[in-house]
């Protein structure tokens, strides 16, 4: 077969799990890989084995192959395999540990050295003089503090010096990573769901008259459910919190108990309804009231988010993921349990107001449609290509 215009480095769902995997970079990859191959794009996914998926497949127009393992030297088996296909351009998806555990690192600058320009979309951004005791503490990080700290400035500074072009997704994270081109996590385009169908979602879901608030995902210490769910033990009978999800793969890996805990201290006042089958993804978006998100400290765009805003699900968010997407005053929610469940309880009284939330979201979700994020990306792969980046990065660093 003929080169691929790009070859993707990503995780990717098994076939007929489209937010499947063990992060959420698998979907964020899947639907990347898509949007690039509607502007005419070949694409070839170089992804990890998965039991459930075999080593190549088609997925539509892209084609899917998966030539290595999780674990040590992943990532230079990645590159290698990318050098093979004779890919025009490489674009690597990276967050910490994504292609195995701690042991998988070290490949990482080797990877970058072997593919020379590649393109880095960093997943996971983070200040190191903001890794304190409290953040080794809210990921679940085996080591101590300083070397949690060394260790993460390490990656975040290989990849700015070996990358052709590095991506983030929101501008609080140029902020550190101050070479980055800013592209925001795309959404999928749907029409908005008119009244009948957000009755039908709800039937179909049991859903009574309550105000139902929505925590969807992986459920991992870094989301910041406890204020959630200590809120909810507040709020009035006409409120419904439904933490939709299961425990993070990387918590299951390491035997963290840490959702099996959350569900037995909070389950006398919330639905935990455990991981959402792929076919019932869109209707808790479409069924929700409100999408409540209370990251404490973002580091990451969140896929969950992109998925409510896709669907014109009202939201709430942290005052400090508010602050991360630019997200208008209006979609800020308190810090305080106490203040959160009056702010749910008057929702539930007013529900006119979720129209102003929705009015407030579809500001947010604006420019961030998949075709002009991929648009993007192919602007970018051509500048990478043409060395106009590697020659700007290299001016800067002089």
């Keep these: 077969m003929p080169p691929a215009d ?34 005419g794009a070949e694409v070839t996914v170089l992804a990890p084995e998965e039991d459930d998926a075999p080593l190549l497949a088609a997925d539509g ?32 998806q990276h967050e910490l540990f994504l292609y195995g555990g701690p042991s998988s690192v070290p490949a990482l600058a080797p990877a970058l050295r072997a593919l020379r320009d590649a393109v880095v979309t ?13 953040f080794v503490r809210l990921h679940r990080v085996h080591a101590p503090r300083r070397v949690a700290q060394a260790g993460l400035a ?74 959630a769910l200590d809120a909810a033990a507040l709020t009035g009978p006409d409120v419904r919190l439904v933490v939709a999800g299961g425990p993070h793969p990387r918590l299951v890996e390491d035997g963290d108990p840490y959702a099996h805990e959350l569900r037995e201290r909070h389950g ?38 992109a998925l409510a805003l896709a669907h014109r699900t009202p939201v709430l968010l942290s005052p400090q993921l508010a602050s991360c997407t630019a997200a208008p005053l209006a979609l800020t929610a308190p810090a305080s349990a106490r203040e959160l469940a009056a702010l749910l309880d008057g929702l539930a009284a007013a529900p006119g107001e979720l129209e102003r939330l929705r009015e407030a979201a579809g500001a947010v979700a604006r420019d961030r449609a998949w075709p002009a994020v991929a648009g993007r990306h192919l602007e970018l792969y051509e500048e990478v290509q043409r060395g106009k980046r590697s020659a700007r990065r290299r001016l800067r660093a002089a």
């Excluded at 925590?215 to 870094?222: E, H, K, V």
């Design 61 to 92: 127009p892209v084609r899917v192959e998966r030539p290595f393992r999780r674990g040590p030297g992943a990532l230079l088996r990645a590159a290698h395999a990318a050098r093979a296909s004779g890919a025009a351009v490489t674009h690597v």
């Design 6 to 39: 790009v070859a993707l480095i990503t995780p990717y769902p098994a076939p007929g799990d489209e937010h499947g995997g063990r992060s959420g970079v698998a979907a964020y990859g899947a639907a990347l890989a898509h949007a690039l191959a509607g502007h």
């Design 154 to 227: 390490g990656v975040q500074r290989t990849i700015r010096r070996r990358a052709g072009a590095v991506i983030v997704h929101e501008p609080a994270f140029a902020r550190i990573v101050p070479e980055a081109e800013v592209v925001p996590h795309g959404l999928p385009a749907r029409p908005a769901p008119d009244a009948g169908e957000r009755a039908a979602a709800r039937a179909a879901l049991g859903l009574d008259d309550r105000l139902t608030v929505l925590c969807f995902g992986f459920l991992a210490p870094y989301k910041g459910l406890e204020l």
């Design 268 to 305: 006398a006042h919330a639905d935990f309804v455990g991981r959402v089958p792929e076919a019932e993804v869109s209707t808790w978006f479409t069924a929700a009231d409100v999408a409540l998100f209370p990251y404490p400290r973002p580091f990451a765009a969140s896929g969950p988010l």
């Design 122 to 134: 960093m997943h996971h951004v983070v200040d190191p003089a903001t890794v304190d005791d409290d």
